[in-house]
């Protein structure tokens, strides 16, 4: 007989419920059940219990907390909340899904890992762009060492954002808010992801529009990894690059490099309805494809078009190897400890950056 799937509570009822969350556990009806969404003040417009009539609307998360049909709680609120909510939620003896960034700082990272040790539950972050086509793809290049030993490695998250943004929480100063928070959790990710934990972090924290909002947060980073062997990696995002096309990755080793411009297509898809198992969903356009040159004989370079992954394994793939946690057969898709050692650079970044110097870890 077939399990019955999992009750999950989505709180919050902003973008990155509707767009990263909700279509993807609709994806997977056969493991999961959207029970409830969170939403504390509907409009007319915006309105979860008529976007989603066949589901529980709730106000407030205590209900959440109270609820015996609740198995998993996905947190998509402010990141300054996540600490409490998150803890709250695994003391109720729910599963929590977090969105990034996680909490904001390492020491609530940890209270949480011991929390989550202490009742028994699984606890997971969202980091979705471990699954992101482009991601996928330089991971096949460099596990299949055409590249030789890695020497240097570049993310780019960069855009051309002149204006500063109406006031909202991503833009203003608080704990966990600021870009390095919001796009640079992610490529932060990417980085440890596929090299662990840097031995030196050196970091440039700063804000580059020319009219920023007061008490606004920072919106432009540069940061310097430094790894053993002398592998040296930039993360980085700019919102004042004028390009048509934003570099994302180069990468250059012994034996060549590869470099990719654009990002994954599945965040625009969904923005415009898309939905998994769309055709289309998640394949990225020719024109978006990486580059490989590679060193031959004699010093020769040879460059050619490296196709992205086809078929993709889309954002959906965090939600599947989360339910096969959920059953005992595997791991989280996202540990925890990932994100607090993420955290741990962001840390020292902001130390590198404050004290102009270089933070050994």
């Not at 015996?68 to 803890?87: A, G, N, Q, R």
């Not at 394949?283 to 060193?295: I, K, N, Q, R």
């Not at 031959?296 to 946690?325: D, I, Q």
């Amino acid at each position: 007989m077939a399990s019955k799937p999992y009750n999950v509570a989505v709180v919050g009822y902003g973008m990155s419920a509707k767009v990263f969350h909700i279509p993807l556990l609709l994806a997977l009806s056969s493991e999961f059940k959207l029970y409830g969404i969170v939403q504390r003040s509907p409009k007319p417009d915006d309105d979860a219990s008529k976007d989603h009539p066949d589901t529980k609307s709730w106000r407030s998360i205590d209900e959440v907390y109270t609820d015996p049909e609740v198995d998993v709680v996905v947190l998509t609120t402010i990141p300054e909340t996540h600490h409490s909510m998150c803890k709250a939620a695994l003391e109720a003896g729910k599963h929590v899904v977090v969105e990034k960034p996680f909490v904001t700082t390492v020491a609530e990272a940890d209270d949480l890992l011991a929390v989550a040790k202490k009742t028994g539950k699984l606890l997971t972050v969202y980091q979705n762009r471990r699954w992101d086509s482009d991601y996928l793809t330089l991971r096949k290049v460099l596990a299949s060492g055409s590249l030789g030993e890695i020497i240097e490695f570049e993310v780019h998250y960069d855009r051309y954002r002149l204006e500063t943004p109406p006031d909202g929480w991503k833009s203003r100063d608080a704990p966990g808010h600021g870009s390095i928070f919001d796009l640079g959790t992610h490529k932060i990710d990417q980085v440890y992801h596929t090299f662990g934990l840097p031995t030196k972090v050196t970091g440039l924290i700063t804000t580059q529009r020319r009219h920023p909002r007061e008490g606004g947060a920072h919106d432009s980073y540069t940061l310097l990894f430094q790894y053993p062997n002398a592998l040296l990696v930039t993360v980085k995002t700019s919102l004042i690059s004028a390009e048509t096309e934003q570099l994302h990755f180069w990468v250059r080793g012994t034996e060549g490099s590869f470099k990719k411009f654009g990002v994954d297509v599945q965040e625009d898809q969904l923005k415009v309805g898309m939905r998994p198992g769309d055709e289309g969903f998640g394949v990225e356009p020719e024109g978006l494809y990486g580059s490989l040159t590679t060193v031959g004989e004699g010093g020769k370079m040879e460059r050619k078009v490296y196709e992205t992954v086809s078929p993709p394994t889309t954002y959906v793939e965090f939600y599947r190897l989360f339910a096969e946690a959920l059953k005992g057969k595997g791991e989280v898709p996202v540990k925890a400890e990932d994100a607090r050692d993420c955290l741990r650079i962001i840390e020292a970044a902001f130390v590198s950056s404050r004290e102009e110097r270089t933070v050994t870890l």
